[in-house]
């Protein structure tokens, strides 16, 4: 893309508010209750892993104490931890069923033509954004970003093939991240194997303690 090209995209500056509908999560008053024949999954901020993705194996299965039809999380949905710090957002880029998120977290709706939901999420968790954001939350030990700031952050919103070009390069440097870790590892476990054929194929394992008990202070010296 030329610069000329760059200098014709068009970005508006908009309102969060304007572009997606905000809904706080499910808040359970005396706590989620982890249920194994529980009819629904409830997502906590210790679901969420380093790369802003749900861990689904962690959910915790529950009965909600209230009618949840209205918190169900679907498809499309941006996740934002508004209750700790750093706050984040999470895409839910799967199919997920009878799943709420806890009242940690505000639910983001975008407005389908607006803008796309992992363009969203990636701005979310930009440097301008979360300096914003940070600046906005109240409390020390557990910061705390009300709707109604969230509601007021501005979006930079470009052309929706730009987001999509956004939303493309990004997956590409996730994909290169996991294959360097990858080889990372590979490479790890080929050197630990050569060192351990340099010495006689033997196994590299951890010094056994001494299953000789120890002598206390009272016990006296045999010298």
């Known amino acids: 893309m030329t610069s000329t090209q ?8 908009l309102p969060l508010s304007s572009v997606a509908e905000i809904q706080g999560g499910f808040h359970a ?14 997502i ?39 209750r700790g710090a750093p706050h984040f957002a999470v895409l839910i880029d799967t199919p997920i069923k009878n799943t709420l998120a ?19 999420a990636w701005w979310l968790n930009q440097p301008p ?19 109604k700031q969230l509601e007021e952050l501005i979006i930079s919103v470009p052309e929706i093939s730009t987001q999509m070009a956004v939303i493309r390069i990004n997956q590409l440097f996730d994909r290169e991240e996991n294959l360097s870790e990858l080889i990372t590892k590979k490479r790890a476990k080929l050197a630990s194997l050569a060192c ?8 590299l394992t951890a010094p056994q303690k001494s299953r000789q008990s ?10």
Not at 6 to 13: F, H, P
Not at 29 to 42: A, E, L, R, S, V
Not at 132 to 142: Q, R
């Open 6 to 13: 760059l200098k014709n995209i068009m970005v508006r500056s």
């Open 29 to 42: 008053p005396k706590g989620i209750n982890p249920q194994t024949d529980g009819t629904h999954f409830i």
């Open 44 to 82: 906590q901020a210790r679901d969420i892993d380093k790369g802003f993705r749900v861990k689904a194996t962690t959910l915790s299965r529950f009965f909600p104490e209230r009618r949840p039809d209205s918190y169900l999380v679907s498809q499309g949905d941006v996740l934002f931890l508004a």
């Open 102 to 120: 806890s009242g940690a977290f505000h639910v983001l709706r975008p407005k389908v033509g607006f803008i796309l939901p992992a363009f969203l």
């Open 129 to 147: 954004a979360q300096s914003f954001l940070k600046s906005c939350s109240s409390g020390t030990n557990l910061p705390f970003l009300a709707k």
């Open 196 to 203: 351990s054929a340099l010495c006689g194929g033997a196994k």
């Open 214 to 223: 120890p002598r206390t202070s009272a016990e006296p010296s045999k010298e």
